[in-house]
Nanobody, 116 residues
Framework: QVQLVESGGGSVQAGGSLRLSCAASETIFSADVTGWYRQAPGKQREMVAVISGSRINYADSVKGRFTISRDNAKNTVYLQMDSLKAEDTAIYYC???????????WGQGTRVTVSS
């Protein structure tokens, strides 16, 4: 059972930046799909950004503002969030979907609050 631990959430004013981290308890391989999702109050969980190998996808709402990256040596995935908006307020979850191995893992979530 892989454990994912997120950190880096907090409160920030609109226009500010935050960097989220997600540390995995086991090795993350290049082909594994890792990503960030978020859930705002009263809304469904949505994809923010995913990375697998050299492929990266972003939600349209965060393109140009958020950057996902991964350090396989540290088994850690990052989400750099710049130019934050009030609508980015949500709980952010890290996800690991191993390639070629069973399981689909979620972190406990980290709260991001952006005040306008």
């Amino acid at each position: 059972q892989v454990q994912l631990v997120e950190s880096g959430g907090g409160s920030v004013q609109a226009g500010g930046s935050l960097r989220l981290s997600c540390a995995a308890s086991e090795t993350i391989f290049s082909a594994d799909v890792t990503g960030w999702y978020r859930q705002a109050p009263g809304k469904q969980r949505e994809m923010v950004a995913v990375i697998s190998g050299s492929r990266i996808n972003y939600a349209d709402s965060v393109k140009g503002r958020f950057t996902i990256s991964r350090d396989n040596a540290k088994n850690t995935v990052y989400l750099q969030m710049d130019s934050l908006k009030a609508e980015d307020t949500a709980i952010y979850y890290c996800n690991l979907n191993p390639w070629g191995r069973p399981g689909n893992y979620w972190g406990q979530g980290t709260r991001v609050t952006v005040s306008s």
